[in-house]
């Protein structure tokens, strides 16, 4: 899956891993709906993945902002180029931004909750909305 940028600023390898994250929130859902797969264990240490509905969701939450200007890029449909300093934004900060709203809710609420549910609210509610998302060509996500 090989989902990795490199941030030439830090000197550094962003490692994403959206698809491969993905795979075992997928099956562990399955799982915990009864598909009679064997759960996985340490299903909650499972990161948060950043794609184009999960910062679109968060962005139409108020919850993560854009600058003006790539905000204009966005809603004229522009292509933001994949391992681009704006594309690293979007995809660390909408990392960033859910383990800290997983943070909030827990300590917000008596039931916890998970990645598995935070990301499947947040990409349904990105895909819902009018607002576009931003368009980044790659097989990663």
Known sequence: FRDESWHRRSDTMLKFQKRA????????????????????????????????SVPNALRVL????????LDEHISNGDVIEKDSAAEQEIR??????QVLLIEAINAA????????ALDYRLWTLGRGQEKRHHLTKTIAY
Do not use: K, W
């Open 21 to 52: 994250q993905l795979f075992g929130m997928m099956y562990q859902g399955r799982a915990l709906a009864g598909r009679s797969l064997p759960s996985i264990q340490d299903y909650e240490e499972l990161g948060p993945i950043a794609d184009y």
């Open 109 to 116: 609420r008596s039931t916890r909750t998970n990645v598995l």
């Open 62 to 69: 108020g919850i993560l902002r854009y600058s003006d200007d």
């Open 92 to 97: 660390a900060q909408t990392v960033h931004a």
